[in-house]
């Protein structure tokens, strides 16, 4: 199975901050990576896929880079709403995996 | 647009089995990957299996293959996950979410969630 790792665990900011989440596989999936959001006690929300391309109604300030094994999503200006936990998942190969999460909070 | 609705919360004794639906509206639902991710309080995400439904085709993680049945119902567009003997590991939070035709790709939408407690 594919390990995916994401640092840091958790994550507190500052309105207004540029915000980078790290993404690491266990091999190379290509572009093969989509980010999540997920607030508490709802479902996760699909924010990025194919590494970069944003899905359609998600703010610009996402954005996602990186290929191979590493990977970044960065929101360039860190809004209220923005605090959540944050996933990874490569869809390369069978079983998909998720990074653990990153809890996002504001300071 | 598509919109994925599951059944409501469920509490089980150790060793038995638990089913939740997962019923698609507004969208096209045989051709696409209806898959099953689940998640322990407090922990991460992890995939359980999938179907196509227009074609019964299903594929599980292997750490569940023993233990988890997943079904389709193209008339009233609705999936099943079944999983059996339950532990109080299974509790969780089951969530069913729409891949496309294709298969490997990423879940877009993810239904509302089905909280299954086990408990004796």
Redesign the interface.
């Known amino acids: 199975d594919i390990q995916m790792t994401q640092s840091p665990s958790t994550l507190s900011a500052s309105v207004g901050d540029r915000v980078r989440i790290t993404c690491r596989a266990s091999q190379s999936i290509s572009r093969?990576l989509?980010w999540?959001q997920q607030k508490p006690g709802k479902?996760?929300?699909?924010l990025i896929?194919k590494a970069s391309t944003l899905?359609s109604g998600v703010p610009s300030r996402f954005s996602g880079s990186g290929s191979g094994t590493e990977f970044t999503l960065t929101i360039s200006s860190l809004q209220p709403d923005d605090v959540a936990t944050y996933?990874c998942?490569q869809?390369?190969?069978?079983?998909?995996?998720?990074?653990?999460?990153t809890k996002l909070e504001i300071k | 647009q598509v919109h994925l609705v599951q059944s409501g919360a469920e509490v089980k004794k150790p060793g038995s089995l638990v089913r939740v639906s997962c019923t698609a509206s507004g969208d096209t639902f045989n051709s696409y990957v209806i898959?099953w991710v689940r998640q322990a309080p407090g922990q991460?995400?992890?995939?359980m299996g999938g179907i196509i439904p227009i074609s019964g085709i299903t594929?599980y993680?292997?750490r569940f293959q023993d233990r988890v049945t997943i079904t389709a119902d193209k008339s009233t567009r609705t999936a099943y996950m079944n999983l059996n003997s339950l532990t109080s590991e299974d509790t969780a939070v089951y969530?069913c979410a729409r891949q496309l035709p294709n298969a490997?790709?990423?879940?877009?939408?993810?239904?509302?969630?089905t909280l299954v407690t086990v408990s004796s």
């Open positions: 093969w989509a999540y479902a996760p929300r699909l896929y899905e996933y998942q869809y390369n190969s069978y079983p998909y995996t998720f990074g653990q999460g | 898959s991460g995400l992890e995939w594929k993680a292997q969530y490997l790709t990423w879940f877009d939408p993810w239904g509302q969630g």
